[in-house]
């Protein structure tokens, strides 16, 4: 099952906009050996994120930038596979950043072990891992949401975006999503109960958030920016609370993007806006992973996953879920469970 | 002493981008007359503030927007000339907002009576009055300032700059003000005890803020918007706080400006941007104005005011104040105190 070398891809050369295929390089080596105290993993999923787009530029962002020649960095489930340490057993399933390679090698102190009863074991990656709790705990704690809110989600079929949407259904908040495409709009209506959906790409975006949100919009949970975010702010009701989680529309732009001028709404309105990482809520994401995986188990919460198989096609998949061409949390599949 | 008509000022036109003279009206008419259970009130000090162009616009704010032909809005500390109701008697000094004419009538409900003790009559209109609670509660509640906080403050020449400076100096802050003039550098920095001034009329923001602010901005209580705000963005400390107290610079443009977009910085800092309006703190402004007046007392907090003299000047000050030309809380002295 296992191969008997390790595959990984490098940052190769820095994007200038867009990432494109020749920016990253598959390399294939001998799979490495773990020193004393060190154990070796063998990658099940990988997790492909909008946040290692701003790893791949110069002078780093809230964490240093990956340097020519690395591995991209990003979190795997994975199996211990040789241990040299009293730390791991051989057989455990663990959370690690060990990056996109099939095997790595770690002293243990940023694994964290997986609960297989939580869930399959890709949703460590997704709903009950990092944009699980990313939406948890955005959502809940920056947004301070109340019942009967009019809460606005972007992105609202992807990994975060749909667990924020799902949660604020269930606390009793009026939700509109906004997507990309026909389907996801379908899928976020019909499968996870939002109350309305705007399609970004082919309707009047300012005229849709007004016409959906007749009451102002309470709340918004950003993961895009751009005129999305544009057509929120005319549209905030007072003391409107905006949580910024990404901006992935404007990650791929070599200069920065012109937009209008319209923090002036956040004084009239008394609202806040206020950006946040997940790493934040770090004491307390157990918390979230629990009360996450009992919805999961009540029904009340569904998720959506975008699979890709292999190492090979991890840059292709990233790139195309920065131009949001994936459907829910994108992960690719590295070695058989 | 006091004249036999009432001067006004009303609204004439709506501006397109900076009010003209043009667009407002002196109309002289009799002495309007306090019928059963009303006040007349005596005009003393008129205040003149950024807010007001605001209300001149169609469609409104987060108030009304003043009807053509309306008296100019505002508030104005006034004596009470005659009384036709038992709660006030004449002879009592008020704020009531009665615009920008030398008499006004009020039932009373939104009178608040003056305590000449606290300071001079005109400081109920600035550092005791609207914009000294505004500089006081949206600096120590939504900007969350710690001691050792680098704090940016822009108009910090201005009628709320120059006291949120002040108490973040009291409090243990690095002070760094923007403004407009050599003249109001020399004076935030020598008399109000600012670390550092920038003109922002003759520096390059961007690179006088990055250099002022070696550690990164932890508060900005921002008054202007625009440039000044832009340069802030990108110079933020983790956990920032950001308070929107005015845009003044775009108050005056016929169309929304474009700027970049920079919004992600929230979101790599952890930081908080809000608006915020002096009313949302109207149950504590007591706190706040005998808070300053003792700080006043001691010796610990100054104060300067722009003074005009006659209604019939209160069109061009407005204006002036709108393009940064006043120094100071701008006052019309309506009448001999």
Known sequence: MASQSNRKITLKS???????LSDFELIEE?????????VLIQSIW???????RGRMREGGTYAPSMELGDVMIGSAIGRIVESRTSLFSVGE??????GWQE???????????????????????????????????GFLHVCDPKPGDTVVVSAASGAVGQVVGQIAKIMGCYVVGTAGSQDKIDYIINELGFDAGINYRNEDVAQAIAAACPLGIDVY??????????????????FARIAICG?????????????????????IHKARMEGFLV????????????????WIKEGKMKYKEDVVEGIENAPAAFIGMLRGENFGKLLVKMSEE
Not at 14 to 20: L, Q, T, V
Not at 46 to 52: E, N, Q, V
Not at 103 to 114: A, I, M, P, Q
Not at 221 to 238: H, K, Q, R, S
């Open 14 to 20: 820095r994007p200038d906009g867009y990432p494109k």
């Open 30 to 38: 001998p799979i490495p050996q773990p020193g004393e105290g060190e």
């Open 46 to 52: 990988l997790s492909l994120d909008p946040y290692m």
């Open 93 to 98: 399933i663990v959370d690690g950043a060990i």
């Open 103 to 137: 095997y790595g090698v770690s002293d243990g102190s940023n694994l964290r072990r997986v609960d297989p009863s939580l869930g399959p074991l890709s949703t460590a990656l997704g709903i009950l891992g990092m944009t699980g709790m990313t939406a948890y705990f």
């Open 221 to 238: 949970f950003d993961n895009v920016g751009g005129p999305v975010t544009d057509a929120v702010m005319e549209n905030l009701a007072d």
């Open 247 to 267: 901006q992935i529309s404007q990650y791929n732009l070599a200069e920065p993007e012109l937009g209008p001028r319209n923090i002036r709404n956040l004084n």
């Open 279 to 294: 790493f934040q809520f770090a004491d307390r994401h157990e918390e979230g992973r629990q009360r996450i995986a009992r």
